[in-house]
């Protein structure tokens, strides 16, 4: 290969790299359009020329191409969590006053104030600082390969090494997320084009970014003006010790950051900020929905650590949701698959916040009667959080006078069943179990992503199997059906019905966390059902726990304990159970408990591993009854160290943490149990 043309490439990538970051990251542009095509249009004729010159982290890379069948699973290198909100001064300063509690009253804390884009979470992991996988949020703990649609977005860096400013140190390894999203008048001009072209129209630029984000031909997410913003670190390098460290750091590689980033030290000027962005909102380039508020060192993020689902040092400050006015049309009552009966209210249809509303839930009887909500009356909508809509307050002054007040039934509005009201609830149930309402809403959550997760089998396939085709009326029957059954329903062929039957006998194997949560058990959500198939290795010893063993789950209430041990009494449950598993459900072992060795004790791993990965060291632990956490603090019984360990050794160190090798972890389940739990 010729020098010469080896390093005009490297030049010509450098410079169109360069403008990239001018035009889409710092919004002043350095050539005209025609000029920067002509300088992308060399650069491929040269690459298509000498195909052994494309590289990943190519400018070349961003226009997509490449189709797939579908998006691989990708399990985070750490979950990503969601934000708490607080809604209030009165609910922030609550926040304040906590962690400085928890902190300690004699130290200082500074608090990073970024705004709270209204896009897709996304992570990035860049090895050598080359990009190289890309991921959306998912469940928290697995998102979804979306890797080449995330190196189509221009103001994303693909080679940290080209695009960073020169003697910034790269790390080997470096984890980061941020967030996609649209801006206002590039989402303007896609929906322009789009009507144009006859297409449907995206509702707001939120959806416009998400389905742009998954699309399964990259070239499509290409044509879309895609931007990104990175907000944090996951396993930050010894020399970045603050947030406001990162946000700089990441500037100094190429990121977009927000500019709107300020360091604050008093809680009053966090409050000011969320004025002033308030105030700023609609005159910025991209919708936001709030600010976050992060404590900016990374020592106490550590100390505060987690709780649940979200980080106890990070919380979103929610601007007020976008209310309308519009008219009750009616009200409908919906049955859900526990039996209670939710009152709908149908509006004549209105734009909040972007968004098409035409229907908002009243919830039960009691909030209808709080609010004296009645048919025909003009009605204040909003969406709670910017998301859920909900009907605020009735207008008095534009009632009519053939308004009619609603009463929910005595009886199921499906099967006519007398309804009952719980003692402790102002929920009314309907009690039948073979309520067809019941039984489309039970199936309907037991193929759900987060349970069984039969792909393709929808609402509406649902209905015309229970209600229609009459071929279902449990979840047991799924497991029956043939292509004949689904070539009953409209619409379906060969191909479509044998797809379908692919999807449920693929969910034969799942995970005992998965079974837990389809069963739809009342108070038992995803969350709930992880912590539950973390204490019980299967679900015989689920079944037969009492009272008193599940109340000893981590998490586990009074409640939801009595939820659980009745739905195991109930000899319909349990025939479901056995008929499920006759029909071939297995649990993968992964994850299921196989011993009490570690139990009561926590773990954090730092280091490469040499006999074990990260996460099957994770898993080695919690099959052995140990629990993993996520930052080192006096809650951490034993630090595993492999090779090459990070911050946390050193931190481990300073407050007295016991430390390991995975060699003594391995001799210390041997010595309590005499076996491995793999």
């Not at 409209?490 to 797809?499: P, Y």
């Amino acid at each position: 290969m010729d020098e010469k043309i080896l390093k005009h490439v490297k030049e010509l990538r450098e410079e169109i790299e360069k403008h990239n970051y001018h035009y889409y990251v710092m919004d002043n542009p350095l050539i005209s359009d025609a000029e920067y095509d002509r300088l992308m249009r060399e650069l491929i004729e040269l690459e298509q020329r000498y195909p052994e010159l494309i590289t990943p982290d190519s400018p070349t890379q961003k226009v997509g191409g490449a189709v797939r069948d579908e998006f691989k699973k990708f399990v985070h290198p750490e979950p990503m969590l969601s934000l708490s909100n607080v809604y209030s001064e009165t609910e922030f300063i609550e926040f304040y006053n906590r962690l400085a509690r928890l902190i300690g009253v004699n130290k200082n804390f500074g608090m990073v104030v970024e705004p709270k884009y209204d896009g897709l979470a996304v992570e990035l992991i860049y090895r050598d600082g080359i990009f190289e996988v890309g991921s959306t949020r998912g469940d928290g703990t697995t998102g979804e390969d979306v890797t080449e649609n995330i190196r189509t977005i221009k103001s994303l860096p693909l080679n940290l090494r080209r695009s960073g400013k020169k003697g910034v140190k790269i790390p080997d390894e470096l984890i980061l997320r941020g967030e996609v999203i649209i801006y206002k008048e590039d989402f303007k001009k896609l929906n322009e084009k789009r009507l144009l072209d006859g297409e449907p129209l995206f509702a707001n630029p939120r959806n416009a970014a998400a389905g742009s984000l998954k699309q399964l031909d990259s070239s499509i997410t290409a044509s879309r003006p895609l931007r990104i913003f990175i907000y944090s670190i996951v396993r930050p390098p010894d020399f970045i010790r603050t947030q406001w460290d990162f946000l700089n750091y990441a500037r100094d590689l190429g990121f977009p950051v927000s500019v709107e980033a300020t360091l604050i030290e008093k809680a009053y000027d966090v409050i000011s900020f969320y004025n002033k962005m308030m105030e700023k909102r609609h005159n910025l380039k991209y919708d936001i929905d709030g600010i976050v508020i992060k404590v900016n060192e990374f020592e106490f993020q550590q100390l505060l650590g987690n709780i649940a689902k979200s980080p106890r040092w990070a919380v979103a400050f929610k601007f007020p949701p976008v209310q309308e006015t519009t008219v009750v049309e009616d009200i409908i009552v919906q049955v859900g698959r526990t039996g209670a009966l939710t009152p709908v209210a149908v509006l004549k249809p209105v734009r909040v916040g972007g968004v098409t509303v035409s229907r908002a839930t009243l919830h039960n009887q009691d909030e209808i009667n709080r609010l004296d909500i009645r048919i025909g009356d003009t009605v204040v909508v909003q969406r709670a959080g910017d998301v859920i809509p909900e009907i605020v307050k009735v207008i008095l002054e534009k009632r009519r006078e053939d308004v009619r007040k609603f009463n929910l039934p005595d009886k199921c509005p499906v099967c006519d069943t007398d309804v009952i009201k719980d003692i402790d609830e102002a929920v009314i149930r309907c009690p039948n179990e073979d309520c067809s309402a019941r039984i489309v809403e039970r199936i309907k959550h037991f193929v759900s992503r987060g349970a069984m997760n039969i792909e393709g089998l929808g609402e509406k396939i649902i209905e015309r199997l229970v209600l229609d085709v009459k071929l279902v009326k449990d979840v047991t029957d799924l497991y029956s059906l043939t292509i004949d059954d689904l070539k009953k329903i409209e619409g379906f062929g060969d191909k479509s019905a044998q797809n379908i039957l692919d999807s449920i006998e693929k969910s034969k194997k799942t995970t005992l966390k998965r079974f837990i949560y389809a069963l739809g058990i009342r108070h038992v959500g995803e969350n709930t059902a992880s912590l539950i198939s973390d204490y019980f290795k299967d679900i015989e010893s689920l079944s037969s726990a009492g009272i008193d063993v599940l109340k000893k789950i981590p998490q586990i209430g009074d409640e939801t304990a009595n939820e659980i041990y009745s739905f195991f009494r109930n000899k319909k449950n349990m025939q479901t159970i056995k008929r499920l598993k006759e029909v071939g459900i297995e649990f993968e072992k992964v994850g299921l408990r196989v011993s009490d060795a570690l139990s009561g004790m926590t773990f954090l791993i730092t280091g490469t591993l040499v006999r074990f990965t990260r996460d099957e060291a994770k898993q080695l632990i919690v099959q052995n009854g140990g629990k993993v956490l996520s930052s080192v603090s006096k809650k951490l019984d034993y630090l595993i160290v492999g090779s090459d360990p990070g911050s946390k050794l050193k931190k481990a160190q300073e407050i007295g943490i016991k430390i390991l090798s995975e060699e003594e972890l391995i001799e210390m389940i041997k010595g309590r149990n005499g076996r491995l739990g793999i």
